[in-house]
């Protein structure tokens, strides 16, 4: 059990910030806890909607709420689903959705899911601060801090309403803290922030934040030696102290009069950042050690699926050719093809993906433990920020695009009240804020552009929401956590709208964002034959029909665009995503 705890918000404004490094498993003795300066409080002015009335009018009830436990992985395509056998077990039990992230790039997506809000809203476009036009910053966590977001937050309102509310994981790009220097502000809606900085991208290696005996700490927690045992690594492995923080919520909080609600952020599973892993001829990917080749078995542990079994061919649209998704012009006429770089080998992207599959594995035990620890009144939510390309659509490797590799990511949801079953319903990461609201019993905040999923997940014959949107902007300064490994393959995709139905997805391409105006091209792809993007269709007289409507949601959705911020999202607008 951890230490006892108390609600950040008691504590931010009064507390001192000491920094603790752990032995961990190798032998050194923990250095003296230092203070190194008055603990980090909320920069701007907060000025979040005082808690509302029921969802249905009335006064929140307690005792009618459930607790919420949300497991946000990161980069996990839904390639890796069918090794996740706990995934699996939790959908038995609850709802399965057709999902999409609103934008495949971490910190986009990330802050369009804890607001509800889609990009231009939130103003977070990047994952990095830095903007081209130098006007504020262009995304990472300055610009969720900078535009409000904050106020915003799911979690605020949540908390206001009586829960509480813990957060362990990964948070946002660029929310960061180097040894010696201050933390950065602690965000405001949080009981419990536990949040790992960075280098824990590598696995091993990296600090995080708890609040222990009434103080707001940093840990650092050492790489273990090279020699030290596969078990004594695995202890302080990133997966495994996000999983421990977890767990302490959940059992701290278990005979609370009041629900909670608790987001995990897992790291995996996302590859490396640096260079040079924790140690030498690390994978691209590190897993635990527990699930790596020569400790559980020859291949190693890949789940439910044998690793030997994991190849290319389990990769849709693994041998497309890319000539044929060139965008088109207005008239039909080929624009600038922005895919020009030859495709992820195929013998790479069998490594690959299996070195994924074997990350992954720690998030599968995590929701096992917490599916074990939890109670029957808590709502358990599995779910990713993107997906992840491995070659398909003679693609390299990473994400950004509108393609079903990366924007299509898992929803799973169990719990009290959710009917087992698919789901017809296509929903958007942006619907889980109003989601999280309407189970808390409060109205969604009228700036929330998602649409609460309780009805669909009440009433597996709900069939309503039939669009999505996604809004990708490219980052042309090119500060991205991933541009070591991926060779630029963010910087290459445009800027973009997009829409996509049950049957096709319409894109609209700007083919030069670094000039003034706008060079525009069109991609449509028709998923009536196969569930990937196989030939652009746009100029094809069959889809004449479908394209049009399409551009005309397209067009509907950008003129939207003009509400921001904490600006009502108009009826008009909420409507587009429902065609019937």
């Not at 509310?165 to 803290?177: Q, R």
């Not at 009069?257 to 691209?284: K, S």
């Not at 009440?458 to 991205?480: A, I, K, S, W």
């Amino acid at each position: 059990m951890a230490a006892a705890r108390r609600p950040l918000a008691a504590l931010v404004a009064a507390l001192c910030v000491s920094v603790v490094a752990l032995a961990g498993c190798t032998g050194g003795e923990p250095e003296a806890e230092r203070t190194v300066g008055p603990a980090p409080t909320p920069t701007g002015t907060l000025t979040p909607e005082p808690p509302q009335e029921g969802a249905k009018g009335g006064p929140v009830l307690k005792g009618t709420r459930p607790n919420v436990v949300m497991v946000l992985m990161d980069d996990a395509s839904m390639d890796l689903v069918p090794t996740m056998a706990t995934a699996a077990e939790l959908a038995e039990r609850g709802a399965t959705l057709d999902h999409f992230a609103v934008d495949s790039l971490c910190c986009v997506s990330r802050a369009s899911l804890m607001t509800g809000q889609f990009p231009h809203q939130t103003g977070v476009l990047t994952n990095s601060a830095k903007s081209a036009s130098g006007e504020g910053p262009a995304g990472g966590w300055a610009a969720y801090r900078d535009y409000g977001n904050d106020a915003r937050t799911v979690s605020l309102r949540l908390q206001e309403s009586g829960y509480t509310t813990g957060f362990v994981g990964k948070y946002l790009n660029e929310y960061e803290y180097d040894p010696g220097d201050e933390l950065p502000p602690v965000p405001p809606g949080w009981d419990q922030f536990n949040v790992l900085f960075g280098s824990a991208y590598d696995g091993w290696g990296f600090d995080s934040v708890d609040i222990v005996d009434g103080q707001v700490v940093v840990r650092h927690h050492p790489t273990p030696a090279a020699s030290a045992s596969v078990r004594e690594k695995d202890a302080v492995y990133a997966g495994q102290v996000i999983e421990d923080y977890a767990i302490d919520f959940i059992e701290d909080h278990a005979d609370a009069d009041d629900p909670y609600f608790l987001q995990v952020n897992p790291y995996a599973p996302h590859n490396r950042t640096n260079p040079q892993g924790a140690w030498a001829d690390e994978p691209l990917f590190p897993a635990a050690f527990r699930d790596r080749p020569g400790v559980a078995g020859r291949g190693g542990n890949c789940g439910a699926v044998s690793c030997g079994q994991l190849s290319a061919k389990d990769l849709p649209g693994i041998d497309d050719d890319a000539a044929d998704n060139v965008p088109l012009k207005a008239d039909g006429s080929p624009a600038r093809g922005w895919n020009d770089r030859p495709p992820l080998r195929r013998k790479v992207a069998t490594e690959r993906l299996r070195e994924r599959a074997r990350m992954v594995q720690s998030v599968d035990r995590t929701l096992k433990r917490i599916m074990e620890t939890v109670d029957d009144d808590t709502v358990v939510i599995l779910t990713s920020d993107n997906g992840f390309h491995l070659g398909q659509n003679g693609l390299r490797m990473g994400k950004g695009t509108a393609y079903d590799t990366d924007v299509r990511v898992p929803l799973i949801v169990a719990g009290p009240g959710i009917a087992p079953g698919q789901r017809a319903d296509l929903t958007s990461n942006i619907d889980l804020a109003p989601t999280l609201e309407e189970w808390a019993g409060l109205r969604p905040a009228p700036y929330r552009a998602g649409t609460s999923l309780l009805p669909t997940l009440r009433d597996p014959q709900r069939d309503r929401l039939d669009l999505v949107f996604f809004d990708h902007t490219t980052d042309t300064v090119g500060d991205d956590p991933d541009l070591a490994f991926t060779g630029g393959e963010l910087q290459r995709i445009p800027t973009y709208l997009a829409v996509r139905s049950r049957t096709g997805l319409l894109i609209r391409d700007d083919l030069d964002p670094r000039a003034p105006g706008q060079e525009i091209g069109w991609e449509f792809y028709s998923y009536a034959d196969v569930p990937w993007e196989r030939r652009n269709a746009y100029a094809d007289p069959e889809h004449a029909a479908e394209v049009a409507d399409l551009t005309a949601a397209l067009e509907a959705f950008d003129d939207c665009r003009r509400i921001t911020r904490g600006e009502r999202w108009p009826q008009e607008c909420r409507t587009l995503r429902s065609t019937r």
